[in-house]
C-alpha cells in the first residue's frame, strides 16, 4: 500500500486556475501509475486523467486541452492543473496510486468548487 496526501482544493471562480498536489509515501513512486479522479454526491467516482511510469497521459474528453497531469518522481508527487474551471468541475478530487493494474492507494480527497 501507498499512502496518499491530496491538497491544493479550494474555491474558485468559474475561468479560474488551481493546481492540485498528491504526495505519496514510499520509495516506488517511480515504478506507479498515478490518476485523478473525481466525485459527487449521487455518482461515481470518474477518470480525470492518468500518468503512467513512463509519463504517457490519458484524459477525460470532458477536461483535454484544460487539465495536465503532471509527475515529479524526485519529489515523490503527482499534480493536476485545472485551468479554465466550469461549475461542472466541482467535485471531490482523489489520486490512486496503480501498480500491475492493481490499485494500491487512493487519497482521503480535495474539494473543489467553481463557483462566482
Known amino acids: 500500500q501507498v499512502q496518499l496526501v491530496e491538497s491544493g482544493g479550494g474555491l474558485v471562480q468559474p475561468g479560474g486556475s488551481l493546481r492540485l498536489s498528491c504526495a505519496a509515501s514510499?520509495?516506488?513512486?517511480?515504478?506507479?501509475?498515478m490518476g485523478w479522479y473525481r466525485q459527487v454526491p449521487g455518482n461515481q467516482r470518474e477518470l480525470v486523467a492518468s500518468?503512467?511510469?513512463?509519463?504517457?497521459?490519458n484524459y477525460a474528453d470532458s477536461v483535454k486541452g484544460r487539465f495536465t497531469i503532471s509527475r515529479d518522481n524526485a519529489k515523490n508527487t503527482v499534480y493536476l492543473q485545472m485551468n479554465s474551471l466550469k461549475a461542472e468541475d466541482t467535485a471531490v478530487y482523489y489520486c490512486?496510486?496503480?501498480?500491475?493494474?492493481?490499485?494500491?492507494?487512493w487519497g482521503q480527497g480535495t474539494q473543489v468548487t467553481v463557483s462566482s
Open positions: 500518468i503512467t511510469s513512463g509519463g504517457s497521459t
Open positions: 490512486k496510486a496503480t501498480a500491475a493494474s492493481k490499485t494500491i492507494g
Open positions: 514510499g520509495s516506488i513512486f517511480s515504478i506507479i501509475a
